[in-house]
C-alpha cells in the first residue's frame, strides 16, 4: 500500500531564516506531488505540483519554491521566510489517472 | 476569484440526524468532485467522489448529490456520529488525469451527542 511521510511535524523559526520541508511518498512509482498551504481559518491553497523529477508548477508568486530530486521525493524550500509564510503546509499525491489526491500528517510552521 | 466556494463555515448537528454540508462552483469546466475530511493538525483523507455524468454516489453513511446546472453539490451523512465531527472540504477538478484540484474553503461539522 501506499504512504506518504513528511517532517518535520512542527517547526518554529524566526523571520529571516531559511526553510526545508521534506514529503517522500512509498509504495508506488512516479506520481503526482503537490504541496498545498493551509493558513489560519482558510481553505486549502495550493502551492507546487510536480508530474515527474525536476518538474515543477508553481501556482502562486511566493516566497517559497520546490524541487522534485528524486521520483518520490519532493522539497518545499525558502531562502528567507516571511511573517505570512505560518500556516500548516501539506503534501500530496495522486496517480494512475484519478483525481483522488493523498495527503500526508502536514506540517505546522510557525514563523516569529 | 473562489471557483469552489462553502459558504457555511460551520455546521451542528444532533447524533443520529442527517447532515448536509453544501458546496457551489463557478467553473463550467468542472467535471469531477471530491469530498474531504480533516481533522486538527493531521491531513484531509479522501471521502467519496462524484464524476459528472452522474448525479448521485453512495457509500455506506455517506452520499454525494451533485446538479450541475445549479453547479452545486452536497454530502449527506446519515445517521451522524460524534466521529464526523471534523471540517470538510469539497474539491473541484477540470479534467480527469490532470488530477489538480481547487479546493473550498471548508465546513466545521460539530456533531452534538
Known amino acids: 500500500s501506499q504512504t506518504i511521510h513528511q517532517w518535520p511535524a512542527t517547526l518554529v523559526q524566526p523571520v529571516g531564516s531559511p526553510l526545508s520541508l521534506e514529503c517522500t511518498v512509498e509504495g508506488t512509482s512516479n506520481p503526482n506531488l503537490y504541496w498545498y498551504r493551509q493558513a489560519a481559518g482558510r481553505g486549502l491553497q495550493l502551492l507546487f505540483y510536480?508530474?515527474?523529477?525536476?518538474?515543477i508548477s508553481s501556482e502562486v508568486p511566493q516566497n517559497l519554491s520546490a524541487s522534485r530530486p528524486q521520483d518520490r521525493q519532493f522539497i518545499l524550500s525558502s531562502k528567507k521566510l516571511l511573517l505570512s509564510d505560518s500556516g500548516f503546509y501539506l503534501c500530496a499525491w495522486s496517480g494512475g489517472g484519478y483525481n483522488e489526491q493523498f495527503f500526508g500528517p502536514g506540517t505546522r510552521l510557525t514563523v516569529l | 476569484d473562489q471557483q469552489v466556494k462553502q459558504n457555511s463555515p460551520s455546521l451542528s448537528v444532533q447524533e443520529g440526524r442527517i447532515s448536509i454540508l453544501n458546496c457551489d462552483y463557478t467553473n463550467s469546466m468542472f467535471d469531477y468532485f471530491l469530498w474531504y475530511k480533516k481533522y486538527p493538525a493531521e491531513g484531509p483523507t479522501f471521502l467519496i467522489s462524484?464524476?459528472?455524468?452522474?448525479d448521485k454516489n453512495e457509500d455506506g453513511r455517506f452520499t454525494v448529490f451533485l446538479n450541475k446546472s445549479a453547479k452545486h453539490l452536497s454530502l449527506h451523512i446519515v445517521p451522524s456520529q460524534p466521529g464526523d465531527s471534523a471540517v470538510y472540504f469539497c474539491a473541484a477538478s477540470a479534467d480527469i488525469g490532470n488530477e489538480k484540484l481547487t479546493f473550498g474553503t471548508g465546513t466545521r461539522l460539530t456533531i452534538i451527542p
Open positions: 462524484i464524476s459528472s455524468i452522474k
Open positions: 510536480s508530474v515527474g523529477i525536476g518538474q
